[in-house]
């Protein structure tokens, strides 16, 4: 996940894969896609053309790590990324941020730069999570 959904299109490029997903009725409070009500599986009666998209609020990355999964936490703020502070972070963040980016669970939380400095403004410091 990458936050709160700020809208949803259909301006994305079209696919060309199986359509899984079709009649999605969601409450908004789901954790996972495949919570929200739907026709079942592989059953539609739409096209490619019909496909959807979303673009999330509150984009996080991680960088200069060997995946997506792994690297120094970034987040965009004002349209400019910046990073986060290392002060009470711990790896019940670590886990927040890799539920976020839709990793696995968290392994560890790297301090002190571990991937490098960051270039941009430091938007958060002090985080307290509960995982």
Known sequence: ???????????????????WLDDVKCSGTESLLTSCGHSGWGIHNCNHGE???????????????????IGRVEIM????????CDS?????AAQVVCRQLGCESA???????????GTGTIWLDGMHCNG
Do not use: M
Not at 77 to 84: L, Y
Not at 88 to 92: K, P, V
């Open 107 to 117: 392994l560890s939380s790297k301090f002190s730069a571990y991937y490098g400095q």
């Open 1 to 19: 996940g990458c936050g709160p959904a700020s809208g949803s299109s259909n301006s994305y490029e079209a696919g060309s894969g199986p359509i």
């Open 88 to 92: 009470a972070w711990d790896l019940r």
């Open 51 to 69: 496909e959807v998209g979303v673009e999330c609020l509150v984009p996080l990355r991680l960088v200069n790590g060997s995946t997506h999964c």
């Open 77 to 84: 703020h004002n349209n400019q990324w910046g990073t986060v």
